[in-house]
């Protein structure tokens, strides 16, 4: 007799995942709403997300049945997927953009009452964060449906419901390919660049600071999540134990990120990378005075590349201190990173993204520099190649390491060079984490050397917190520079000739009388 098959669903391959994506987006390129992947990207995530939801509804459901538990559902029908968007000759046409975008609309189920995503906004938890239909709320009060054709909108919700989120191999051929959009959205558009670091960079800064499991890794200014889903990567393959699993999910990963466009893209991400409940936060993580931040505040591991060059309001400006008050935004989050690092016995450490001009800053960028040196083990400097963040960015930019093990005593220096034959790096052409190799074997058993030179913390102090120490046993490349710092330090070496000419005329000037 035979034996009795256990119905599945069939698995899509990794070719199929991406002719449903490509489909999907194809479509959306006949949608007059929409314009480039910037536009296109959003829409895809929000529609995805939904799906995964739902799928991930059903298995929690599934599970507290047959544990006899009681389950209330994050979203309610009609709204759930399956209730609207499951079958694929369901609602469309301008019932569909109506019941997606109105705040109130006829319901898949014939009934008049609240649209889709004016449901989905008064989602409100029952307990305080954390809790699935609070993030739901914020992700959707921050985006809209920009698609304006209902039977396009269909035909995309038709090639999504081909994806099994069920799947865990499905799952992780999708977080790849999801990753791949994230950079092509950078590419799309400049401002979009912010969003997301270079992946070699991130994995690069994960490898050295190393988190631990039972560790809390934060990114206050997360992004797409480049630096938490790295974070989670590393810490995945510690995990030994339910008990591991339990700390992994729930007390390793935080962030936050205010703008709502990439909060959404975060949840995404790490959902789609194995973290159930991301915790990111949608405010401002400078909106919190540092006086107030306590020992539980505080975090072992922070990651991040802030935003530089922006300039926050004066309410945020008033969480600092007077004599640290700037309007560059980089500053402000070095000192909020700063204060959220534990306190020994068990000091936090961090990895953070600076531009160059935090290196040489004087006045308020010299006072935070004297804290950072006097109160933290500034140990290292990673000064990367010109046009690591090309062409969002053409600002030179370093990576500090330091922690909270007491004042620092000599700061390392470690120059990655570019690759032998490359003149500059590319969106098409970027850093790879191969070229970290080199660095990453310093890094265990330092040595001066001609990309690496070490200087004791007394220079620094001397010279006024002037962090931008050029490498002594190098000649300066120009022919790799951009034209814009060429320019820049032609300026500097005037102006300073021209100071040199007015002290030298004021000494002559002295001796006549």
Request: hydrophobic share 40%; aromatic share 8%; proline share 6%.
């Amino acid at each position: 007799m035979a034996k009795r098959q256990k119905a599945q669903t069939p698995l899509t391959t990794a070719q199929q995942l991406g002719s449903i994506i490509k489909s999907a987006r194809d479509i959306m390129r006949k949608d007059k709403g929409l314009n480039g992947d910037l536009d296109r990207l959003p829409m895809l995530t929000w529609i995805m997300f939904l799906k995964f939801l739902d799928d991930m509804e059903q298995i929690r459901e599934q599970k507290a049945l047959l544990a006899g538990k009681d389950f209330r559902r994050a979203i309610e029908s009609p709204y759930r997927w399956r209730d609207w968007a499951a079958k694929p000759d369901g609602i469309t046409g301008d019932e569909l953009i109506a019941f997606v975008n109105n705040d109130e609309a006829v319901r898949p189920d014939g009934v008049r009452g609240a649209g889709l995503f004016a449901y989905l906004r008064g989602l409100q938890g029952a307990d305080e964060g954390g809790d699935r239909r609070d993030v739901i709320a914020t992700v959707f009060r921050g985006i809209a449906n920009r698609m304006i054709n209902g039977y396009l909108l269909r035909d995309v919700v038709n090639k999504i419901e081909g994806i099994h989120f069920t799947s865990s191999e499905e799952i992780h051929t999708l977080s790849h390919l999801y990753e791949s959009m994230l950079k092509e959205m950078r590419d799309a558009a400049g401002d979009s660049g912010e969003f997301y670091t270079t992946r070699a960079v991130v994995r690069f800064m994960v490898e050295v600071l190393d988190p631990r499991l039972g560790e809390t890794a934060l990114d206050p200014a997360c992004g797409t999540g480049g630096f938490l889903v790295e974070a989670f990567r590393h810490l995945e393959p510690q995990c030994r134990t339910v008990e591991d699993r339990r700390i992994l999910q729930g007390q390793s990963i935080v962030g936050g990120e205010a703008k709502s466009l990439p909060f959404m893209l975060a949840q995404m991400n790490l959902l789609l990378h194995g973290l159930e409940s991301p915790q990111i936060s949608p405010g401002n993580s400078l909106s919190l005075p540092l006086r107030e931040i306590g020992d539980r505040e505080r975090v072992d591991v922070i990651l991040t590349n802030p935003p530089f060059g922006g300039e926050e309001e004066r309410g945020i400006l008033s969480n600092f201190p007077e004599d640290k008050q700037t309007a560059e935004t980089a500053l402000l989050f070095l000192q909020l990173i700063m204060r959220k690092l534990r306190r020994p016995p068990n000091p936090g450490r961090a990895g953070v993204v600076v531009p160059n001009g935090t290196l040489f800053g004087d006045g308020v960028c010299a006072r935070i520099k004297e804290e950072l040196v006097r109160e933290f083990n500034l140990h290292t400097i990673v000064r990367l190649p010109n046009g690591v963040f090309a062409p969002y960015t053409s600002i030179p930019t370093n990576l500090l390491f330091f922690d909270r093990s007491g004042p620092t005593r000599e700061i390392w220096y470690y120059e990655l060079p570019l690759p032998e034959g490359r003149k500059q790096y590319s969106k098409t052409a970027p850093i790879q984490f191969e070229e970290f190799a080199d660095c990453l074997t310093w890094w265990k058993n330092r040595e001066e050397n001609t990309q690496a030179w070490r200087v004791p913390v007394e220079y620094v102090i001397g010279d006024g917190y002037n962090l931008d120490i050029k490498n002594p046993n190098a000649k300066q490349d120009f022919e790799h520079l951009p034209p814009e710092q060429i320019v820049e330090d032609i300026l500097n070496k005037e102006h300073r000739i021209i100071e040199l000419m007015n002290e030298i005329k004021q000494v002559f000037a002295g001796s006549i009388k």
